[in-house]
């Protein structure tokens, strides 16, 4: 039977430490905890790193965060060599805030997107510096240039970021909120969490796990690198930090 860990970063994405005991440690030496602030790999959103600190001050390094038998499990994956700690035992727990922050920025960014190409979604990929979409979208004589600007009007416009839970029920009546293609949101909890940006979700409304920033502006200056075609109608777009280059202006 699969155990089940409180998600603390579902509630609160800024927490950066936070006291948990120890549930389990899996024969892979994966450890299980009553609670966590990790993220786990899921929907394009690499895991959290960081570490494990215990009652003597030595720490176990956490080399990945990865779900187990159900969403509900979160497995810490210790760095090559680590300790391993017994069930029972408190730990302090610390993630690599820094890079943490720049997936906050970037999932952000990618929902962004979605509502600047309004499109459905057939794959998406999160990372610290170059993320992408895929949309099933023709050849619409998208550029470069028009996207970025519009994805910085909505940064510029410091829209607020938000979560709003609504029922399997509500999910059902509108499935427009479903922006990808061929994933759907899991179902039977009796809860669907949304993520929303602008004032009463006016921008955008999308099921989401994920971790994101509190407002479109923390996203920070992006712009789009490059669009690609991946068949006859779908197009990658891929969104980078900073200004874009005069190289590709």
Known sequence: MANRTDALFRDDAYLRTADATVVAVNDRGGIILDRTIFYATSGGQPGDTGYLERGDGSRIVIAATLTGETKDEIIHVPAPEQAVPQPGEALRLAIDWERRHLLMRMHAACHLLTVVCPFPITGASVSEDDSRVDFDAPDAGFTKEDVTAGLMDLVRAD??????????????????LVKSKNVRPPVGTGKIRLVCIGDNASVDSQPCGGTHVK????????????????GRENRRFRIRFGPMPASLV
């Open 215 to 230: 407002s479109t502006a923390e996203v920070g200056e992006i712009h789009i690198g490059k669009i690609e075609k991946k």
């Open 159 to 176: 829209h607020p970021i938000f979560v709003r839970l609504i029922s399997d029920e509500d999910l059902a009546a509108n499935p427009g």
